[in-house]
């Protein structure tokens, strides 16, 4: 428990002396108090996936504790379509675990995510962070195993031309200033994430540069280590937020628009995930790749039709869904291999020590890194609702642990060759196919919606309202109409350019 505090960079768990988890009322009251924080800040995710505000300037400590215990009243119909106006009340309660200082207030404040309730104390049944919660609760009793994840968060960062140091088109993968212009506004964002209770691996430049209209393009990443469902969610969401408020900050602008323009590198938000019992990592067994990974993997592409719904969810997704530009289109998974659904990554299963042959002063030892394996789901984007996403792929990875022949369903769908190779084209007429709108992703939920309904978790009207939404776009044969027109693609991104 020390080593993990010892380093940890939230302020509150250094002057606490505990993680996140064991926060209490009393612990954020202290904090409070010791520290002269002024101002409380609720904040939570309504309908349209964006984090919300609620500002309370603390007046004294007996307000404060009544603030912390009972929360408040705001208006749901204001931030959800399914709820009417004539009934439209709801509880925020905040959840301790998750407080941390605001990174960008001038005057020091405390925020805290916050759970819905309705009128009667319950959990708000639609309340996407209570759909998680349900869905991580039902993998639990049905499986006996619980979910960690990690996500991935692909962006752009959007400027005036600079004609210094200009990297090569579409190969910006890991580069280095001075070609890369805003490596300082994504360590400072690492930063501040870390300081708000995110878990970072680690953060590079992308693949993605390019100059458009007197504008250069470039882009980023930002990865996180795997944690239990509901953190993940929380971090990715408090990530964003960072992220674009630093953006602000600097006078640029920052997108997670999954596609910019025709053959240029889209934006993704890949999730890693690892079954997980007793805290041990179920992804491997005796060196190899475990059974419970593969009726894993055999869940993830069943769903995978209606889990695009979750992840990809207006009409410029499907133009970086697209053959050749490191995106997935056929429903199938494989080894290191980048041109599939689901990817199974390097995980550091090999039979010499690399750190010895690194450094020879090390001793010559293999450590155990079977705890690092994750299978990676490589469809989703910055368009997703980040809680109904997460809960999708763990109501996905219930029905793969829990369906008959599961292990001979994913082995009859993996692939060790790049399918976007004309000379494989017979294996790729072999799978099922994504989506190619939203409109198709519509149809896709429609059919399955019976397993995301199953036990609980995602409920009947939210299932209506998110078909609803989809169908709406009416933009089946968009990609059609529109091809590789770059000016037209311009008007659509600029038109969905700050979801999610």
């Not at 209570?130 to 959007?158: C, D, N, P, Q, W």
């Not at 369903?409 to 790729?428: G, L, M, S, T, W």
């Not at 196919?433 to 995301?452: N, V």
Request: hydrophobic share 35%; with cysteine.
């Amino acid at each position: 428990m020390e080593a993990v505090i010892e380093m940890n960079a939230n302020p509150l768990v250094q002057y606490l002396n505990k993680l996140p988890g064991e926060f209490t009322r009393n612990d954020l009251i202290r904090y409070i108090q010791d520290h002269n924080i002024e101002m409380l800040n609720f904040r939570y995710v309504a309908g349209d996936g964006r984090l919300k505000t609620l500002n309370f300037v603390i007046s004294n400590k007996r307000y404060l504790d009544s603030i912390l215990t009972t929360g408040e009243r705001v208006d749901g119909s204001s931030l959800f379509t399914h709820i009417e106006t004539g009934a439209s009340d709801l509880y925020v309660v905040p959840k301790y675990r998750t407080a941390f200082v605001n990174p960008f207030s001038q005057i020091p404040s405390l925020d805290i995510l916050c759970a819905f309730y309705n009128k009667d104390g319950e959990p708000m049944a639609g309340s996407p962070d209570y759909v998680l919660r349900k869905a991580h609760e039902s993998l639990l009793k049905e499986t006996g195993y619980s979910f960690e994840v990690m996500g991935e968060l692909e962006y752009y960062v959007i400027s005036p031309k600079d004609e210094n140091y200009v990297a090569t088109d579409q190969k910006g993968y890991h580069e280095s200033g001075p070609f890369t212009k805003w490596h300082e506004l994504r360590t400072e964002a690492m930063q501040a994430i870390a300081a708000t209770g995110g878990n970072i691996k680690y953060g590079h430049s992308e693949v993605g540069n390019f100059s458009f209209h007197d504008l250069d393009y470039e882009q980023n990443e930002i990865e996180f280590n795997p944690v239990p469902l509901e953190e993940a969610a929380d971090q990715l969401i408090i990530a964003k937020w960072i992220l674009r408020s630093l953006a602000y900050q600097y006078g640029v602008t920052l997108t997670f628009a999954p596609k910019i323009t025709a053959g240029k590198a889209g934006s993704g938000m890949h999730i890693h995930t690892r079954i997980m019992k007793d805290g041990i990592n179920q992804m491997m067994q005796e060196g190899k790749l475990s059974d419970t990974a593969k009726r894993t993997i055999a869940g993830y592409l069943a769903l995978a039709p209606s889990l695009t719904a979750f992840g990809n969810t207006n009409p410029t997704s499907y133009f970086r869904l697209v053959p050749h530009q490191e995106a997935p289109t056929n429903i199938c998974w494989g080894d290191r291999n980048r041109s599939v659904l689901v990817r199974v990554p390097l995980g550091w299963n090999m039979a010499n020590s690399m750190m010895h042959h690194a450094n020879p002063t090390e001793p010559d030892e293999k450590p155990d890194f079977s705890d690092k394996q994750t299978v990676e789901f490589r469809c989703p984007d910055g368009s997703a609702d980040i809680y109904l996403l997460l809960a999708g792929l763990t109501v996905a990875a219930r029905h793969g642990l829990t369906m008959e022949n599961a292990v001979a369903y994913a082995e009859k769908r993996y692939v060790d060759v790049n399918i976007f190779d004309k000379k494989h084209q017979d294996k790729c007429a072999e799978l099922s196919q994504l989506p190619g709108s939203c409109s198709e992703s519509a149809d896709f939920l429609k059919q399955q919606r019976a397993i995301y309904e199953s036990h609980g978790v995602f409920p009947p009207a939210m299932i209506d309202d998110i078909i609803r939404k989809l169908k709406s776009f009416d933009d089946k044969d968009l990609i059609k109409r529109i091809g590789n027109n770059k000016d037209e693609i311009l008007k659509l991104v600029n038109q969905y350019f700050h979801c999610g």
